[in-house]
């Protein structure tokens, strides 16, 4: 069974650092873009950040361009998301995705973790 | 920049009855970088449809795709007590990258 599983998350002053990491299982993990979607309370879904399966291509949103830096280790089949400089506004569910396909013909997310939760706040 | 707008913001319907949902971008996407996904409260999104028209795996019959440009539709074709939720639609561009709609919430009438 293909499965992602989130951590990291937690209390957090405004401008401090924290660091998600997301596990894969059941599937070929270094063959897959994985992506971050994060979800603020009560609001609806905002795209992050994802990251191809070689690790060649990155991308941000604007919102946390310049603060978030995504990168993978697939020998520990495991993405992560390094979050610096915190803001109230990066409050939210954090979840982690995987792509359909490994070619990325589609950029639609199959397979969901269950979120993790950050908290910004002093 | 590829802003999605979702209508309606919320639609009430029973369970039975025939759900049309919007999803209109603020510049052409291609069909295949559309997709939509179905949140239920406290879970995590669950894809639908991608490439517009493409069911995806485990996902009933009911739910359709359609649409090209900047016009997307997903229909429910006869409501089941378990659709009740929200749904987003979601696309993929050059700028930004990739963006969601502020969905449609589904609720029973």
């Known amino acids: 069974e293909m499965q992602l599983l989130e951590s990291g998350g937690g209390l957090v002053q405004p401008g401090g650092s924290l660091r998600l990491s997301c596990a894969a299982s059941g599937f070929t993990f270094r063959s897959y873009a994985i992506t971050w979607v994060r979800q603020a309370p009560g609001k609806g879904l905002e795209w992050v950040s994802s990251?191809?399966?070689?690790?060649?291509?990155?991308y941000y949103a604007d919102s946390v361009k310049g603060r978030f830096t995504i990168s993978r280790d697939n020998s520990k089949n495991t993405v992560f998301l390094q979050m610096n400089s915190l803001r109230a506004e990066d409050t939210a569910i954090y979840y982690c995705a995987k792509d359909i396909d490994q070619w990325q013909r589609f950029w639609a997310f199959d397979i969901w973790g269950q979120g993790t939760m950050i908290t910004v706040s002093s | 920049e590829i802003v999605l707008t979702q209508s309606p913001g919320t639609l009430s319907l029973s369970p039975g009855e025939r759900a049309t949902l919007s999803c209109r971008a603020s510049?052409?996407?291609?069909?295949?970088?559309l997709a939509w996904y179905q949140q239920r409260p406290g879970q995590a999104p669950r894809l639908l449809i991608y490439g517009a028209s493409i069911r995806a795996t485990g996902i009933p019959d009911r739910f359709s795709g359609s649409g090209s440009g900047t016009d997307f539709t997903l229909t429910i074709s006869r409501l089941e007590p378990e659709d009740f939720a929200v749904y987003y639609c979601?696309?993929?561009?050059?700028?930004?990258?990739?963006?969601f709609g502020q969905g449609t919430k589904l609720e029973i009438k």
């Open positions: 510049q052409s996407v291609s069909s295949s970088y």
């Open positions: 990251i191809s399966g070689s690790d060649v291509s990155t």
């Open positions: 979601q696309q993929y561009g050059s700028s930004p990258r990739c963006s």
